[in-house]
């Protein structure tokens, strides 16, 4: 991650990071980071792909302990800071981390592995002691650098393993697509374990010698405040985001509406992303900011391929064209081209591609086409020049608030409470959340629903939990006994 450290130097006293506790320049992150990677190094002179997971609070820490982990050559695997216990164990498990790092609020939640022989815990106050400063090793762009996890069509969520060059290609693509530039501002509200919060937003920002204000957790009302400074130029949410900004708005002031507007209409950038962006979202956005905003189209393993053009016509419903340097192609159930105007799967190739799935070598072949495009699953059609999503391949992926969910893998943990016998887990569409995730169960008689929630918010992130539980006798199977979601579904729109 040279390229990245390089422009820090550039801007030593401009101010890169602002958050809860207060502003920070490039040269604080940099040296901060350069004493981190020395905790890290201890004894050894490179950390060799070690994987170090991390919990630590969006801002100046989380940026600190990220840069050190790829300085001391390991593999950063940011945790998210709203995971319970068994999701948090099933990732440091999965990645066999031996480095751990938690921030001061969540040393309470990691404390069952504190003991774990096998794990070096590290608490962010034992970076705050001096230490000598170690040399840095030097490390090649096909090592190994972060691991992002994102859910599929397989039960559990995967390790998406990505290298320096990977995240590199993906960040300096943005950069000069977007035109950022050491001017900009930006906010950063959108959580640190997903590629659209660590590379879309806080890494293309850095990169580009700009100021970024972490604003966690979101909360419409205060990140409006910070809009009003007037400092702000450059923008990127999910959709659901930009739906929640609207139904604030709609409740201030005509007084506060005007000057708001006002500021908006100053930003560079406004982009939207991670899920479809309902037209009717673009359309209101546009009469209060006065910005088509910038629709664009990516995976956690592939980062940003399609792009909506930063000048030139912004396709309401439509992701755009691919970004520079990235190949795309739509093909047939059986790897063919498409006629140009059909439907087909996106399949992608370029330097900003994934290298693997960790651990997991037969899911990674069979994600790539024996001549290496890296198959989505998401079917689109190209419309007068500008792609369209139709929709996906698997019915049993849902998005939701811009996070990828598995029907599969809540279906695995409802069946562990020995109250349901079966179930069946659906996204059904939602003006708000894009999909709201629901579950149709089968119970025991006396089952109270009531306290299910609670049982599941110990076993799962909020954002996965189903909004709505219906109890059916049976649910509906095709002659091979397998459940037809699309059935399934029409129960939860009576
Ligand atoms: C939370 N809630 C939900 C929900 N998530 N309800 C329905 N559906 C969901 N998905 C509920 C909570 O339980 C709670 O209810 C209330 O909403 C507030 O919870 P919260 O956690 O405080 O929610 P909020 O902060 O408002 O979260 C909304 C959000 C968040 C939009 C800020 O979902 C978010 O950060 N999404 C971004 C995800 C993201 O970065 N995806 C990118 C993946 S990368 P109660 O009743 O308890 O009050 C990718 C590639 C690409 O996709 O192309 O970018
Ligand atoms: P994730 O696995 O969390 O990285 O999510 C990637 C998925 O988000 C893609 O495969 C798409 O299904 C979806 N996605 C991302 N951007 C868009 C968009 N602009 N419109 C529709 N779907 C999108």
Redesign the pocket.
Known sequence: MNQLFQAANKNPHKIAIIDHNGEYTYSQLLQNSTKIASHLLENSADLNEARVAFMVSPGFEYVSVQWAIWMAGGIAVPLCI?YPFPSLKYVLDDTAATLVVAGHEYQTILDPIQNDPSVRFLKYSDFEEEIEIKPLPEIDENRGAMILYTSGTTSLPKGVLTTHKTIESQISTLVSAWAWSESDHTVG???LH????II?VMSCALWSGASIHFLN??DAEKLFQIFETGKVNVFMA?P??YF?LISAFESFSNQRKTNLSEILNGFRLMVS???ALPVSVMETWHKISGHYLLER????EIG?AISNPYKGERKAGHIGQALPGVEIRLVDESNNLVASDEPGEIQVKGPGVFKSYWGKPEATIKTFTTDGWFKTGDIAQLVDGYYKILGRDSIDIIK?????ISALEIEEVLRTNSNIKDCGVVGIPNPE?GE??VAALITEKDFNLDELTSWLKERMP??K?P?KFIQLDELPRNAMGKVTKNELKKHFTT
Do not use: E
Request: glycine residues 14%.
């Open positions: 709203s509200i959108l959580p997903h590629v659209h919060g879309n957790p979101f999910v659901t985001i929640k992303g991670s899920a189209y990516g995976m956690t940003m939701s608030g811009g996070y990828k959340w709201l995730v909020a954002y939990i909004r």
